[in-house]
């Protein structure tokens, strides 16, 4: 048998274990059945197709225009898709949208919040929204504050967080209903390394109790390391899809990521570059 070469080892040694997906008999809390959106004559999302099991921590990744963002958003109901079907807990998300939404919590791209409010209101006002009596939202808060250490923050005015402490108070937001499925679009964008290692660990908390979470990242490192499923999403088409283990086929997530969406350029040229101005 040959040697193994560089490159062959290199992927060996970094190749993570995989989280455990939950078994084929598992309840399926997502099915996205040929969705398509068009733009005009630019179709965006292209007969997408997904099943996500409870338990599972599901990632979507694909580069930046491959539809992952509208149709994360035809999932949580922000956009009406031109086909296809969503049923969320066995719900037809667009036929029955009440229900739907009472079992989802959403963290949507470009975050739009209520900012004029304080972290503490803005989490009272979502609590009531969901139907949550005021003991519970109390309560829930004090918990999720706790939880995401705002506690130095609830009190000051959305609109003066940093970019990561908005995206902390949006997902606690996102959960104070304690929701089946979390449906988030880029959580650790702009997060620190210490608030993104504190909401993984509330993210795999939830999880392990019985919770499900879809979330999109263009961190392959990321979603290798806290997924246990993932799809491929590239020009509004699902490239692969399965446990991570399935669709990695022995190679890292970025090596076989690059292979199925292809685009990478050889840095060949740009020869000027090398001779500096001064």
Same mark, same amino acid.
């Given at each position: 048998?040959?040697?193994?070469?560089?490159?062959?080892?290199?992927k060996k040694?970094?190749?993570r274990?995989?989280?455990?997906?939950p078994?084929?008999s598992?309840?399926?809390?997502?099915?996205?059945d040929?969705?398509v959106k068009?733009?005009?004559?630019?179709?965006?999302?292209d007969?997408i197709?997904l099943?996500v099991?409870?338990?599972s921590f599901?990632?979507v990744?694909?580069?930046?225009g491959a539809g992952?963002?509208?149709?994360?958003?035809?999932?949580t109901g922000?956009?009406?898709p031109?086909?296809?079907?969503?049923?969320i %807990?066995?719900?037809?998300?667009?036929a029955?949208p009440?229900?739907?939404?009472?079992?989802?919590?959403?963290l949507?791209?470009?975050?739009r919040?209520?900012?004029?409010?304080?972290?503490?209101?803005l989490?009272h006002?979502s609590?009531?929204?969901?139907?949550?009596?005021a003991?519970t939202v109390?309560?829930r808060?004090a918990?999720?504050?706790?939880?995401f250490?705002?506690?130095?923050?609830?009190?000051r005015?959305?609109?003066?967080y940093?970019?990561g402490?908005t995206?902390?108070?949006?997902?606690?937001?996102?959960?104070i209903h304690?929701p089946?499925?979390l449906?988030?679009?880029?959580?650790?964008?702009?997060?620190d390394?210490v608030?993104?290692?504190?909401?993984?660990?509330?993210?795999?908390?939830?999880?392990a109790?019985?919770g499900t979470?879809v979330?999109s990242s %263009?961190g392959?490192?990321l979603?290798?390391r806290v997924?246990?499923s993932?799809?491929v999403?590239v020009g509004g088409?699902v490239?692969?899809?399965?446990?991570?283990?399935?669709?990695?086929q022995?190679?890292?997530?970025?090596?076989?990521?690059?292979?199925?969406?292809?685009?990478?350029?050889?840095?060949?040229?740009?020869e000027?570059? %090398?001779?500096?101005s001064?």
């Amino acid at each position: 048998m040959p040697a193994p070469t560089k490159k062959a080892s290199r992927k060996k040694r970094t190749l993570r274990v995989a989280r455990k997906a939950p078994p084929e008999s598992a309840d399926r809390v997502l099915v996205v059945d040929a969705l398509v959106k068009r733009f005009g004559e630019k179709t965006a999302v292209d007969h997408i197709s997904l099943q996500v099991r409870a338990g599972s921590f599901f990632g979507v990744v694909g580069p930046n225009g491959a539809g992952k963002t509208t149709t994360l958003s035809m999932v949580t109901g922000l956009l009406r898709p031109d086909e296809g079907t969503v049923r969320i %807990h066995d719900i037809d998300a667009w036929a029955d949208p009440e229900a739907a939404k009472r079992a989802t919590g959403v963290l949507p791209d470009r975050l739009r919040l209520f900012d004029r409010l304080t972290g503490g209101q803005l989490l009272h006002y979502s609590g009531t929204l969901r139907g949550l009596d005021a003991r519970t939202v109390r309560e829930r808060s004090a918990d999720l504050i706790a939880a995401f250490g705002l506690e130095d923050a609830v009190d000051r005015l959305v609109a003066d967080y940093s970019a990561g402490m908005t995206k902390k108070i949006a997902l606690a937001c996102a959960m104070i209903h304690s929701p089946r499925l979390l449906v988030l679009d880029e959580p650790f964008e702009s997060v620190d390394p210490v608030s993104a290692a504190n909401l993984t660990e509330i993210l795999e908390r939830y999880v392990a109790g019985g919770g499900t979470v879809v979330l999109s990242s %263009h961190g392959m490192d990321l979603i290798e390391r806290v997924c246990d499923s993932v799809a491929v999403v590239v020009g509004g088409k699902v490239l692969a899809a399965g446990t991570l283990d399935e669709v990695r086929q022995g190679e890292t997530l970025e090596d076989r990521f690059v292979a199925l969406a292809g685009g990478r350029k050889a840095a060949e040229g740009m020869e000027w570059l %090398h001779s500096f101005s001064d």
